[in-house]
């Protein structure tokens, strides 16, 4: 499509900032995003830095797009090149139609570098910023002015974006930043790119309003419409946004966010203020999981509801911890001593990450035991645009809980009463004539240290057995695609917006698919199994060496031979591209008749 | 104080402790101090750690829990967090709180929330038969290591209010530095701390030994208990002496946790009642926060 004068009207653009950690990329697409989420288009965000502040390739990503999209595709139409390890990093996924702006400070890209065809826009960013401002550090809102040319955006948009993004750290900065602002600009012009005569063009394609936000704070607000009013948190990547997004917002409610000495004081601080039936919620990631392994066993034990979000990053160990992976399945499903209930929980996008979190919390309340909310990296961090959360369809139900008038009826009042549904009504501490014990030891219904061997197997099984009653009403997986077809897939998290659009690259190739999103992988739904052993083939996404999830479907009853099983643990996001060819190369082998075992290491 | 219903709930267990053990001595002491200050069984939560002494809230009526070993401190912040108007008192014993939580107690000094933490200190593992512990002497068993101070570690943070130690076989004036940390907490100025010297008949019986040493500093005429500087000279002082100084050692004043983080205008996270709307507005900012 293109406009009246000519230029091609955005509806699929991907622009890629990058340099060293420090340089600024991330905040010039944090800017862009905000633009185009304002000129009506969709967008989707992705962060690949390094665990520390400056230094080391550092590189953002933002798609802008018409439809309904969450990943980086596979190309990139705009590369903003700080230096030139910048154009070697991401050369491979340039092509003729590709633009680069380059920052040529240090001396011109050497020949042979880009793709024939490829447009090359060289100016010295960090020189200019330099000479003019004695500031290295603005160098990425200088080249913000000419990026914001090229890609058709109007000054004053600009302007007010920055506006918005730096007066909150007062007007020395916000000036500062404005006046290089004015120097892109004026380098912008004097490369003969004026306003308006960008390379594309933007039309409002959307007229709905969006949120731009992330996973991880997506997570922190459905936890607050949920009723939940107490957090714990130890800062960890990538889940500290979820801590920081709840200490901004949930003291206006009345809630109480704490940050705590370690990951055990979290999960047991969190403990101690569920027990006072308040909502609670703690969120970490892998190497904070781990350590938080005997907490979540005890509320499991003890039946103490709790929601623990573990934003999972490259393990094992401390890892990779800015890059995404699905590695703590496992820990989630089966980790802990001894046997205790416990529900997972898989969002997809940050929109399912608002209302699953409601979900959690909810359940959590009801069941009286820990459920866990399985994020990466990238769900929890890439901000994506997403359609205004509904409160109006958020069900708070709250748990069984007895009052003081409640109590009062009874003739006798066991915390831990047995029950038809397993779930035992409690009185909160303060509630005159509730009084009981709580404990992680075995016990008899009054909470008594009990180890007689049949009321050990009846609290066992009453325990255990909320999985099998929760079924009914946990999160249902969602369907796409091709519902005919016999070739499937299933993919959690971050693969949700990959699978989708690689499926729509397969139909071009004439393959059709259809795709299974579970949003709850443990207990096991029946749905996800019939999923399976309703296809010929089904492609199990695991962004793990372990296999964990194909692992987990065979565990749980899916017919072996119908799972091919793709691993991938080397940290780099997905591209929907790649796994087509994946894609491709598994069907052709299968053309050529070389079997189809499943594929596990 | 308000009646409780007749319905019947747990009847407190018998303790489990050896005869003669110092931890009865605290648990009548408390019963005795909360029936003094008219504290009911609904609002007392009781949180206890893992060992002999682990098992204290067992034996009264309360709202009783037994935490993870190590963790009954910040299961006791999370409560008192939660809902401040609940009276909350941990304890356990020095393995429990000096050893695998002793990074808790740190952190619970420097915050200053207001919860009693009783320490039953016995000077070894009695649970599991008499192995060395952090408050243990150089000698005991096969221990090299000399053993902890807590109340010089609490001295050294700024920021307590309330650092006590009594004896199990001193009641009466264990009763009085119970009421006095009960007060302490009731009246939110913060973390009482008391540790208790009681004696493990069994696996190390310092009962004589410890009534020998023991020093009643509030007896020593000129000691300010709100001198922090003199207070820390004088226990070093008196363990110089092979004495133990016991009575309320240290009292400060310092915003409690609660004060600071707790929003006094709403109600507390644990009093709210589930599902209510009355938060809509806040919910409706957020979304217009996202909205740009």
């Known amino acids: 499509m293109s406009s009246n004068n000519g230029q091609p009207v955005l509806e699929d653009i991907s622009v890629i900032v990058a340099g060293q950690g420090g340089d600024g990329s991330l905040t010039v697409i944090t800017m862009l995003a905000d633009l185009f989420r304002n000129s009506g ?8 830095v390094l665990s520390r502040i ?8 933002m798609r802008a797009f018409t439809g309904h999209r969450y990943c980086i595709g596979s190309k990139i139409t705009l590369l903003v090149a700080l230096d030139e ?3 070697t990093k991401n050369a491979r996924h340039l092509d003729s139609d590709s633009v680069i702006v380059f920052d040529d400070s240090s001396g011109s890209l050497p020949k042979g570098l880009l793709p024939q065809g490829a447009k090359l826009y060289a100016a010295p960013f960090n020189r200019i910023a330099m000479r003019t401002m004695r500031r290295e550090l603005y160098k990425n809102s200088i080249a913000f002015g000419m990026v914001g040319r090229l890609l058709g955006l109007e000054d004053e948009h600009m302007r007010e974006t920055f506006v918005k993004r730096f007066e909150r750290r007062g007007q020395v900065i916000l000036d500062y930043n404005l006046e290089a602002l004015g120097l892109g600009l004026h380098m912008a012009d004097e490369l003969g790119i004026k306003q308006g005569k960008g390379l594309y063009k933007i039309e409002r394609t959307d007229p709905e309003e969006h949120l731009l936000i992330m996973g991880n704070e997506s997570v922190a607000f459905g936890f607050m419409a949920a009723g939940g009013r107490f957090f714990t948190g130890y800062p960890i990547t990538p889940s500290t946004e979820v801590l920081e997004t709840l200490q901004k917002w949930l003291p206006k409610c009345g809630g109480v966010v704490r940050q705590t000495e370690d990951e055990l004081a979290g999960v047991n601080m969190a403990i101690g203020a569920a027990l006072t039936g308040a909502r609670t919620m703690t969120a970490t990631s892998g190497p904070g999981f781990s350590l938080m392994q005997e907490g979540v066993g005890h509320a499991g034990s003890a039946e103490v509801p709790l929601v623990v979000v573990d934003c999972q990053r490259s393990g094992p160990s401390t890892g990779m911890p800015t890059r995404p992976e699905q590695s703590d399945l496992n820990l989630m499903v089966f980790g802990g001593h001894g046997d205790f209930p416990r529900f997972v929980l898989t969002p997809g996008h940050p929109e399912d990450c608002f209302y699953l979190t409601v979900d959690a919390t909810n359940l959590a309340d009801k069941y009286q035991l820990p ?11 890439n901000i994506a645009t997403v359609k205004p959360f509904n409160l109006d369809e958020v069900t708070v139900t709250p748990g069984k809980r007895l009052t ?9 009042y066991k915390r831990y009463s047995f ?28 909470g008594l240290v009990s180890t007689d061997p049949d009321n050990r197997l009846r609290m066992m099984e009453k325990r255990m057995n909320k999985m099998e009653d929760a079924k009914k009403e946990l999160p249902k997986g969602r369907l796409f695609g091709d519902q005919e077809s016999k070739i499937g897939f299933i993919g959690i998290g971050m693969m949700y917006g990959v699978i989708l659009e690689a499926m729509e690259e397969l139909e071009q190739e004439g393959i059709h698919t259809k795709y299974l999103q ?7 739904l029946d749905e996800t199994i019939e999923f399976i052993n309703s296809c010929d083939r089904v492609y199990v996404i695991d962004l793990n060496a372990g296999a964990q999830l194909a692992r987990l479907f065979m565990h749980q009853g899916a017919e072996k031979n119908k799972i091919i099983s793709i691993t991938r643990y080397d940290g780099l996001p997905y591209r929907p591209g790649i796994l087509v060819k994946q894609i491709l190369e598994e069907e052709a082998k299968l053309l050529n008749g070389q079997g189809k075992e499943a594929k596990l290491l | 104080m308000t009646t409780e219903p007749k319905t019947k709930t747990f009847t407190p267990a018998r303790p489990i402790w050896c005869a003669g053990c110092g931890d009865f001595a605290v648990r009548g002491v408390l019963e005795k101090s909360l029936e003094n200050m008219g504290i009911p069984p609904h609002k007392f939560m009781f949180l206890a750690g893992i060992g002999c002494s682990g098992t204290i809230q067992n034996n009264i009526k309360c709202y009783g829990y037994h935490s993870l070993h190590g963790r009954v401190l910040p299961t006791s912040i999370g409560a008192k967090l939660a809902n401040p108007d609940l009276t909350v008192v941990a304890a356990g014993g020095d393995g429990d709180g000096f050893a695998i939580g002793a990074g808790h107690l740190v952190h619970t000094f420097k915050s200053n929330p207001s ?3 009783i320490v039953m200190n016995n000077s070894n593992y009695g649970l599991t038969k008499g192995q060395a512990s952090p408050t243990s002497p150089t000698g005991y068993r096969d221990n090299a290591e000399t053993g902890m101070d807590s109340i010089l570690l609490g001295l050294s943070f700024p920021s307590t209010t309330f650092l006590a130690r009594g004896f199990s076989g001193n009641a009466a004036q264990l009763e009085s530095l119970m009421m006095a940390a009960l007060e302490h907490t009731e009246a939110g100025r913060g973390f009482a701390f008391l540790e208790v010297l009681s004696p493990c008949v069994t696996y190390y019986d310092t009962h004589r030994e410890w009534r020998a040493k023991v020093y009643n500093i509030n007896e020593e005429e000129g000691f300010d208990p709100t001198d922090r500087a003199n207070a820390f000279k004088r226990v070093l002082e008196l363990k110089e002496e092979k004495r133990i100084p016991i009575g309320l050692i240290f009292k400060g004043e310092n915003t409690a946790l609660e004060k600071l983080i707790v929003n006094e205008n709403e109600t507390y996270p644990a009093l709210q009642e589930i599902g209510h709307t009355g938060h809509r507005a806040e919910y409706d900012k957020f979304i217009k926060a996202y909205l740009g």
Do not use: C
């Open chain 2, 115 to 117: 919860i009693t933490y």
């Open chain 1, 371 to 381: 459920v866990f909310i399985a994020m990466d990296q990238a769900l929890s961090q």
């Open chain 1, 41 to 48: 288009l969709n967008v989707y965000t992705e962060r690949d």
């Open chain 1, 54 to 61: 400056r230094g080391g390739h550092a590189a953002a990503t």
């Open chain 1, 404 to 412: 003081a008038e409640d109590v009062a009826k009874l003739d006798t």
């Open chain 1, 419 to 446: 029950s038809e549904d397993n779930i035992s009504a409690f009185a909160a501490p303060g509630t005159p004539g509730g009084m009981s014990l709580v404990t992680g030891n075995e016990h008899d219904e009054f």
């Open chain 1, 518 to 524: 579970p949003r709850t992988i443990w207990p096991m």
């Open chain 1, 85 to 87: 390890e910048a154009v």
